[in-house]
Each structure stands twice: as C-alpha cells, then as structure tokens.
C-alpha cells in the first residue's frame, strides 16, 4: 500500500537504485531551495556535463579550425555516428536505421515524401484526434501537396463521447474500415494532452495488414516508454531529444527507418550533400547516391554545438538504462496517482485523464480541472512548482525518472492539498 507521509516518500526514495543520477542535473531554484520541477514532458533539465562539452567543442574548433571534421575523438565528419547506437537502443532499432538530424517536424516531412505517397483510392492518412499541432499541420499541407483535399484523406479518430482516451480496438476499427484506401497510419507514441501510450505493436501490425504504411511521432515516447521500432515492422518514426531526452532547447531530432528501406536507394526522398555515400562525399559530382540506412536522408553537415548536449543526455541513458528507468517510471506515477487519487476522495475537483494501466501510460499524468484550473495552476507555479498548462483545462506533471524523486511527488500532491480556490 501507498503511504501518503513524507517519511514513506524518503523511505522510496532511500530503496531507488537510480536516486544518484538527480545529481547530474541542474534544478531552477525557488527562495533558495530546489523547485519542484514536474515538466520534462516539454523541456528536461540540463546535466551538469553539458557545459564540459560544448567548451571541448568550442576548444577544438579553436584548436583546428576547418580541419575538425577530421581530426580528434569526435571528427565533425562522422558525428552522427557517435549517436546511432545509444540513440538505438532507446527506440529499439538497429544502429543504421538511426540517425540524429535536423530537428521534428523537418524530420516528419521529410520522412512523409517517401512514406506518404498517395495513389488513386490509396491516398487517406489515419491519426489520432487532438494531435500535437505541428502533426495536424504537417498531415495538411502534405495532402495539399499532393492536390489532394486534407479534409477528406485524413481522417482522426476520435474518443467515444464522454470519454477522454482513445481504445485499441477503435484505432484498428478505422484503419480496417479504410482498408485499401489508406497510405499513411501516421500517430503519436504518447498523446501529448492526455498522456495516453498508444499500443504501436497492434496498431502498426493492422497497418501493414492493409498494406499502408505506418509512422510515428516519439516526441513524448522516446526516452519515456520501452519502444520496438524494428522488431514492430514500423516504416519510419521521428522524435525531439529536449522532452526526456534533455538535450536542451531546440535539441536535435532523431529518425528511424526500417532497414527494409534503409538500403533502397530507389525510395523517394529529398536530398542533400550529407546523405550523399561519404566514399564520395567530396566529390562534388552530380548523381545523388544515398548513405546505407537511415543516414542517407540526411541533408546538412552535423549541428555540432546542438549535437553535443545531446551526447551527454545518451551517456547518461546508457548508463541508467531504459528498463530501470521505466520500473522507476511507473513507481513514480503510481504514487503520483495514488496521492491524487487521496485528494479526490476528500472532494478535491479534478480528474486524472491519463490512462491508469501501466502499459498505456508513460511519466506524465494529465489533471483535468474545473473551470478554477488556472488559478490552480498559477498557485503551483507561485509555490515553486514547474508543471505545464495545456488549454483548456489541463495541468500536466510529468515525474521523470532520471531526476525526480518520490518527495518531489509527495510535495506536490501537499500543495494541491493546500490550494484553497
């Protein structure tokens, strides 16, 4: 049983065989003290080695000049190598069909001008309702790309009424429905608003089974949620690194693509230099002939002073592990939801929306409140608290596991206790 007392959340936080990593991160203060910081669902905290690294990059940029890209232990030529596999192993890929570029929502559309290719009857994209808007816009102007009307070829699926998730057995429903008329399945990993973790293992298996292909956005999954990107058969799937994988503001982006396409150099895509063969790179000849994998959609030279932060979040995940962080993950927000759960029963008027099975949830817990919910939200802000406001009525708190502890948890279910509206 959880105990709601501040001698059982130190008690937690004693037993945690991940309670060391906290201190690889620098917190924002509030009168002195640590905040309470519950938003790594939108931006994570900066470790404390990223400064280390960006001045080994400025030295060696000092140090050489041009001829960095070739020199050192980290030549700028290759940097997007030095990411494949750890990045891999979050996403549950193979190393080539990883690669870290660009940033999201470039990623997403160049990875739908070779996965989104409408033809006669076979041009709908199915999605989730109430995506992330950068997903809803990318679905729209790629149909208007295409000539094609967005309001008749994508299709959302929708919440039964009174209801706050999507089912399972709905998504498939949809997709089966469409059949031979669907291109794309394209959905989020984890539904930004409502904290929802979709089932990708069946929903990328009903795709195949109609013959479309199936794409995912990770921005809330990748570093959050266990994920079996090659082992599910998924054609494509784009993430940001500064949600859990706290690589900064604006961090770099990775893309995964299935080795079944990673080695067609026929696939259409639009290119650049840098996924141009690397045998030939410098060349400088006409005839584009893609990189093996992932890296072959590549368009520009590596972010180096972007990159680097980014390098330093991986190590700390290879070191923690995504099956540790995970057990940690699910304790936390078990305990979260046990404290709320508290609350409501004593009358407090919100609702938890995030589904309550381990296995459709990631960190982040999703509040819906009353009309008063900004006021709420305000007074967590005031009191040291960093949550995440969503329009129109959504406070969501993410514990994450890397740097959060269970008394961060316990003390913000005591403010929330507090409140008076």
Known sequence: ????????????????????????????????????????????????????ALDSELAHWQEHGVEGHFRGDMPWMYYHRFFSEQAARIVGAKPG???????????????????????????????????????????????????????????????????????????????????????????????????QYYDLETIAKTAREVGAN?????????????????????????????????????GPSG????????????IPRFAGWWGHDEGERFQMKKGFIPMKGAAGWQLSNAQIFAMAPHKVSLDIFEKAGMEALREKSLKLSAYLRSLLDDLVTQGREFEIITPKEDSDRGAQLSILTGEGGKALFDFLTENGVVADWREPNVIRIAPVPLYNSFED???????????KS
């Open 1 to 52: 049983m959880l105990k709601n007392t501040l001698s059982y959340a130190r008690e937690l936080d004693a037993q945690d065989p991940l309670k060391d990593f906290r201190k690889e991160f620098y917190f924002p203060q509030h009168n002195g003290e640590d905040c309470i910081y519950l938003c790594g669902n939108s931006l994570g905290l900066q470790p404390k080695g990223v400064k280390a």
């Open 214 to 250: 199936i794409g995912y956005d990770l921005a809330h999954a990748a570093g959050n949620v266990p994920l079996k990107l090659h082992d599910w058969g998924v054609d494509f799937a784009v993430w940001c690194s500064y949600k859990y994988l706290n690589s900064g503001p604006g």
């Open 97 to 195: 069909e990883v690669v870290i570029m660009n940033t999201l929502t470039t990623n997403l559309h160049l990875m739908m001008v070779s996965f989104y290719r409408p033809k006669g009857k076979r041009n709908k994209i199915i999605m989730e309702g109430g995506a992330f808007p950068s997903d809803q816009y990318a679905m729209e102007t790629q149909a208007r790309y295409h000539g094609l009307n967005p309001e008749e070829v994508v299709i959302e699926v929708e919440p039964r009424e009174g209801e706050h998730c999507l089912r399972t057995e709905d998504i498939l429903d949809v997709i089966r429905k469409h059949g031979d008329e669907v291109a794309l399945v394209m959905f989020g990993g984890v539904n930004y608003y409502t904290g």
């Open 255 to 266: 893309a995964f693509v299935h080795e079944k396409h990673g080695d067609n150099p026929d």
């Open 409 to 419: 948890v316990y003390r913000f279910a005591g403010l929330l206790e507090r409140y």
